[in-house]
């Protein structure tokens, strides 16, 4: 079974350490294990771009949907037997001692699973992104068909992998605090925005990762939130790079949308 790992900073957030940052860690423990699929940071809230399309016109805004508690820091996939495992795997992860991390299952035929094999050792070639296909319950309209969109990125080469998420009612929220693990319920009916899938894609520009949102069936019965991958090297000394890092967290690194349109 796959999971998506969404790292936000959660209701009630606590001071990140980055002495105590122990990624490294985590990361050669699922290695090892052979469950970790793909996973990476993404660039802080300024630089997401997100995409809507009502009534034939492409509405682009800077920025994530969310409030900065519901942000999305980062994500991981992993392939494992249970859900119990996901949650395990989620509370050891650095971002559940600051933060929240939601597990969610994938909608996925069983026997297959969403990242094709071998692409975390595949070279990046352009730019990556993040792309979160939201549902929004305050637009109206119902998505199309979304099989002709991944059949022509498949064919273009644009669209790494992606899959359809389980409901948010079949979250769970990860905390862990004192060196407890805290499970959490989601909102039972949110009343906002919420992420119903995931697709990653490599392209050339910011702009052509636009023009493949505003296609998506969903940006016009939803919204479409584009997220540039921050890599992250989990050896590196992180209180050196949490000090270089400091501005990024403030300011939009991504062209800005009056240079697009």
């Avoid at 998506?216 to 209180?239: C, F, K, Q, R, T």
Wanted: net charge negative; aromatic share 6%.
């Amino acid at each position: 079974m796959d999971y998506l790992l969404l790292y936000s900073a959660g209701t009630d957030p606590q001071p990140y350490d980055p002495a105590e940052d122990n990624i490294a860690e985590w990361v050669d423990d699922i290695t090892a294990r052979g469950v970790y699929a793909f996973g990476e940071r993404l660039r802080p809230a300024p630089d997401a771009t997100t995409v809507r399309v009502r009534d034939g016109k492409t509405l682009i805004t800077e920025g994530p949907f969310t409030e900065a508690k519901e942000w999305i820091g980062g994500f991981d996939i992993v392939e494992v037997p249970d859900l119990d495992e996901a949650i395990g795997i989620a509370a050891r992860h650095p971002a559940a001692r600051s933060g929240t991390a939601e597990v969610r299952p994938f909608l996925h035929p069983d026997g297959t699973h969403v990242v094709p094999p071998g692409l975390m050792e595949q070279p990046t070639t352009g730019k990556r992104y993040l792309m979160l296909v939201c549902v929004d319950p305050a637009a109206t309209g119902t998505p199309g068909d979304v099989r002709p969109w991944v059949e022509e990125m498949d064919e273009r080469g644009v669209r790494l992998f992606g899959e359809q998420l389980s409901p948010p009612q079949d979250a769970t929220l990860v905390r862990s605090r004192g060196g407890r693990t805290l499970l959490d319920a989601p909102t039972e009916d949110p009343a906002g925005p919420w992420v119903a899938g995931i697709d990653l894609l490599q392209v050339s520009r910011l702009g052509e990762a636009i023009d493949i949102a505003a296609a998506h069936p969903m940006a016009s019965a939803g919204l479409i939130v584009l997220n540039p991958l921050w890599p992250l090297d989990p050896y590196e000394d992180h209180v050196a790079r949490a000090e270089r890092e400091e501005p990024d967290w403030k300011r939009r690194t991504e062209p800005a949308l009056g240079v697009l349109l």
